[in-house]
């Protein structure tokens, strides 16, 4: 090679590395784990090659996720940011979701999920009940039907229900509070409820899913209130685990989205949780993660329409009111350690 093709290949060689150097990079906050592997195995690459923007991914769950916002108010290092439900409408009230801008996919997703003007559902989780289907036919007993069914006492130091850190225990408090005649402007009911009648047959207030999973498979406990997607996953490694939703309603956990503000790439941002929204993004969310999806198009395979949040079954699921929540989640927390982990 001679000076001259040298010169060129140096200068190809420069501009190349200069074209990779000024690609935008956006930065994804969500769950670790198997979300995490979703992402970046299924979802990442094909919005990368369609958008020519690089993608980091930050691990964490809703609380932690939430916490890097906070800590990096004057400089954030999130683009878009992937919480549960509760945490979300925290995030938006707190400053840190910037307004959606308008697209056509919002039209196709359903009213429930549409959390604001800065954030919305990307799939729904259904809080109810899962249950061990060997031990319950074993004992001739009926699919959990009710609520109230957490009083019953056939079911003492079977039944695990996650502790009020966790949503979980904070939707079985508002619901038990619902139908004692309170509700989120009236928690009392619920408490009374929880600590009277349903503690007694509580074996642990497990907040950990992995640990749970332990107490189904060792059979400590036969029914717990989870997560259609906990169950799934529960189901998926061959233990006879199914969910039941109650009569009164499941309660709608929503996994949700929202482009961050002072983003340095906003139309990445805001393209990403459009993205997030696509029909066929929106299934494989469900198979990977047990949410079902927000957007109406979306068509799942039977096997997953049985048993996820889908078609008739999200018009059952019930919303909790998360503004009148979360400025009284602090003291619900040291009270309900008080009166019903006591």
């Not at 907040?207 to 332990?214: D, I, R, T």
């Not at 906003?266 to 969310?285: C, T």
């Not at 957007?295 to 009148?324: C, F, M, R």
């Amino acid at each position: 090679m001679n000076t001259r093709q040298m010169t060129l290949a140096a200068l190809v060689t420069t501009a190349s590395a200069g074209a990779v150097l000024a690609q935008d990079t956006l930065t994804v906050g969500g769950y670790g784990g198997s979300f995490e592997t979703l992402m970046k195995e299924l979802i990442i690459p094909r919005f990368e090659a369609e958008n020519d923007v690089s993608i980091t991914f930050v691990p964490g769950n809703s609380t932690e996720n939430l916490a890097r916002l906070q800590a990096q108010k004057s400089a954030q290092e999130l683009d878009v940011v992937i919480l549960d439900d509760g945490p979300m409408y925290q995030a938006d009230a707190l400053g840190f979701c910037a307004p959606l801008e308008q697209a056509p996919v919002y039209d196709d997703v359903y009213d429930i999920a549409k959390l604001g003007d800065n954030s919305v559902g990307i799939g729904f989780v259904a809080t109810g009940f899962t249950y061990n289907a060997e031990w319950f036919e074993r004992e001739g007993w009926e699919p959990p039907k009710s609520w109230e069914d957490l009083k019953d006492p056939k079911y003492e130091q079977l039944l695990s229900i996650p502790p009020i850190s966790n949503t979980y225990g904070l939707h079985t408090l508002v619901m038990m509070a619902r139908l004692s005649g309170g509700g989120e402007d009236n928690i009392d009911p619920g408490f009374e409820v929880l600590a009277d009648e349903v503690a007694p047959n509580v074996l642990v207030f497990e907040p950990s899913s992995g640990k749970m999973s332990e107490l189904f498979q060792s059979e400590e406990i036969a029914l717990s209130i989870w997560g259609s997607g906990r169950t799934k996953s529960l189901a998926d490694t061959g233990f006879p685990a199914k969910f039941a939703y109650p009569e009164e309603g499941a309660v709608a956990l929503m996994l949700a989205s929202c482009p961050v503000v002072d983003s340095d790439v906003p139309d990445k941002a805001q393209a990403f949780v459009q993205y997030l929204l696509d029909p066929e993004i929106q299934v494989k969310i469900g198979d990977a993660m047990g949410a079902g999806p927000v957007n109406t198009t979306s068509e799942l395979p039977p096997e997953l329409a049985e048993t996820l949040p889908y078609g008739e079954k999200i018009n059952d699921l019930v919303a909790v009111d998360w503004d009148k929540i979360n400025p009284l989640r602090q003291e619900w927390t040291a009270r309900w350690a008080r009166e019903v982990e006591r």
